[in-house]
């Protein structure tokens, strides 16, 4: 907070050059040197801050929905006004914005459609928990860990090869969680015991408002898979080795190197049918998460599958799934 409230305030020392005649006023304040805002009974080589700052910041609150207090929040507003008035105006008129505004504008209206959202309750999300339900087969699995939307432990996308920059490269790494880090689930102490508590209460949380009866018994299954693949996974500081993160495999190779992942239904099921070669990152986590793929309950997996999408999703649902997030993760 003081870091942005000094950007703020420093200003205040600057001696700005009057404006041009016929200029338009400042909305925000005026520009000079405000004597308010400092303390001068503090002395500036003990501390700085409060000698430019100290009376301004004595006497300015932080609004309780706020994390900071400054000229930033006013134009984040402003801004967020702003844009909120052309996404609407998009909608309103198709004939200036077209197609594609209006979709633009469409969407926001239904994202903001709080009483619409209640009514329709989970049905939005039927369709793509359907999808889980009705799989039978570790293939059906690998599907569906591939297809948008739904959570995977072992991401899959593209960027910039590092080694030849000039082209794009498929990778692979160790992903799954839904606490930040495998420190989260492996450390000892009471601050990573509160966390894996509250983590595993939202769990069970969202579960239970999405009707299952068995809530409780699934969070502890989920929990103990997500541990399971935070014991596989490498540590922060070895995942940021650039050259041990970098093994190109053909698709022979990806094969014999973890075969559980099923390379060839996964990459299809993301469009990437025609690739050739996967830059694999930490790679004995993505054998041991393939262990896990083959070894844990299918029912497992798949209660996993729908926890991460009412998870994932949670802003579009109903208040209760939003509320609940927010008060895990906001």
């Known amino acids: 907070m003081k870091f942005k409230v000094l950007a703020l305030a420093a200003a205040s020392l600057l001696a700005i050059a009057p404006a041009p005649l016929g200029a338009a006023r400042p909305v925000y304040g005026a520009w000079g040197y405000d004597a308010t805002a400092m303390d001068a009974a503090v002395k500036p080589g003990d501390d700085f801050f409060a000698y430019v700052n100290g009376a301004w910041f004595k006497r300015t609150s932080i609004a309780p929905d706020r994390t900071f207090v400054g000229i930033d929040s006013v134009l984040n507003d402003q801004i967020d006004k702003d844009v909120r008035d052309v996404i609407e105006g998009a909608a309103k008129d198709p004939s200036q914005s077209g197609a594609?505004?209006?979709?633009?504008?469409?969407?926001?209206?239904?994202?903001m459609d709080e009483a619409g959202?209640?009514?329709?309750?989970?049905?939005?999300?039927?369709?793509?928990l359907d999808r889980i339900a009705a799989v039978t087969t570790r293939q059906g699995l690998t599907d569906l860990f591939g297809s948008t939307g739904y959570e995977s432990p072992v991401g899959i996308y593209i960027a910039s090869d590092p080694?030849?920059?000039?082209?794009?490269?498929?990778?692979?790494?160790?992903?799954?969680?839904?606490?930040?880090?495998?420190?989260?689930y492996l450390l000892p102490g009471a601050k990573y015991d509160a966390f894996r508590s509250a983590y595993?209460?939202?769990?069970?949380?969202?579960?239970?408002?999405?009707?299952d009866g068995d809530a409780s018994a699934k969070a502890d299954r989920i929990i103990a898979l997500e541990t399971a693949i935070a014991k596989a996974q490498w540590t922060p500081e070895r995942s940021r080795d650039v050259?041990?993160?970098?093994?190109?495999?053909?698709?022979?190779?990806?094969?014999?190197f973890a075969p559980q992942v099923q390379w060839g239904?996964?990459?299809?099921?993301?469009?990437?049918?025609?690739?050739?070669?996967v830059i694999v990152g930490e790679t004995t986590a993505i054998q041991g998460i393939g262990k896990l793929l083959a070894g844990q309950p299918l029912q497992t997996w798949k209660d996993y599958l729908t926890f991460h999408f009412l998870s994932d999703h949670a802003q579009f649902l109903p208040k209760a799934f939003d509320d609940a997030r927010f008060d895990l993760y906001g």
């Not at 959202?117 to 793509?128: H, S, T």
């Not at 990778?171 to 420190?183: E, H, I, K, V």
């Open 200 to 211: 595993r209460n939202y769990i069970a949380r969202m579960l239970t408002l999405a009707g």
């Open 243 to 256: 050259k041990a993160t970098y093994n190109p495999m053909t698709r022979a190779q990806l094969v014999k």
């Open 265 to 277: 239904r996964q990459l299809e099921a993301q469009k990437l049918g025609s690739a050739r070669t």
């Open 100 to 111: 594609i505004g209006q979709q633009i504008g469409d969407f926001y209206a239904s994202w």
């Open 117 to 128: 959202i209640e009514a329709r309750g989970l049905a939005p999300a039927k369709p793509y």
């Open 163 to 184: 080694k030849v920059p000039s082209r794009y490269a498929v990778f692979a790494t160790q992903s799954g969680l839904g606490m930040p880090g495998r420190d989260y």
